[in-house]
């Protein structure tokens, strides 16, 4: 295929690596930044860059857009795709946006499969893109009823050709409920770690606890807003939920209460196990 890679950040940039790389497709890029494009050709990670009048040329089209940025695109160009092509995304937000692209893509006889790929690193741009972040990752495909079943087989070929381990298929509304949790949660609770006043003195008293904690907090802020803002409820239940739990151990502490404090850690420890034995079962 003629694939067309729009917007070459961290996750466009290791998508045209590892597509280029791993399989035969010829790979484009375009983003408003030619010196990404200069780059990216230089990188030998992409054939050349392209404009919106030549679109049209594309046999798949993968916007790595925010999500606001993502909507005003495909809403600006949808037009200039060629008919049959396949537009996908990696956006991390699914919900409404993708009941609403698919009709719109239908109204112009395009297939519209909403994907998001399960990698990342704590930076950002396409300077610090990677190919090899996708290897063995998941990877998750949210159709609706409307969704062209042929165009979701050949994004899962893609998929399984870019190392993906894992290739999950579920709702966009159960999507946006599960990485509320997950992955959004995670960078809230980062970047508010990061806040306390010991941060300044913890060199020389930090390990592997400390760098799990901390290293979401490096987050692309404009891209995180709209993404959690596009996720709103989902996200308040899980803050909430988590402030909850908090304040049981708090007052545990606070108390000297032993032990439910004890009950408490078990119940997580637990907990944490039991899910260690789910994936275990998944992986063999």
Known sequence: MKILIAGLGLIGGSYCKNITSHTDNEVYGYDADEKVISEAIADGCIKGGTCPEEFGSFDMVIVCLHPNTEKKFIAENISKLKK????????????????????????HGISYVAT????GKEHYGFEFSDGSIFIGANFIVTPIDETDKNAVLVIKRLAKEMGFGRIVETSPFT????????????????????????????????????????RTATLNESM????????????????????KHLSEYRNAIANEDSETLKALLKDGRILKEENIKERTKEDE
Request: hydrophobic share 45%; with cysteine; glycine share 6%.
């Open 84 to 107: 049959g092509c396949i537009l996908s995304d990696v956006c991390g937000i699914k919900g409404q946006m993708v009941l609403d692209i698919t009709k719109l893509a239908a109204e």
């Open 175 to 214: 999507h946006d409920s599960i990485i509320a949790y997950t992955s959004q949660l995670a960078h809230v609770v980062s970047s508010a770690y990061v806040k306390s006043p010991t941060m300044q003195q913890e060199l020389g008293f930090s390990a592997g606890s400390f760098k799990d904690m901390t």
């Open 224 to 243: 995180w807003t709209s993404l959690f803002l596009a996720n709103k409820d989902c996200l308040l239940f899980e803050i909430d939920q988590l402030v």
């Open 116 to 119: 998001h790929p399960m990698a």
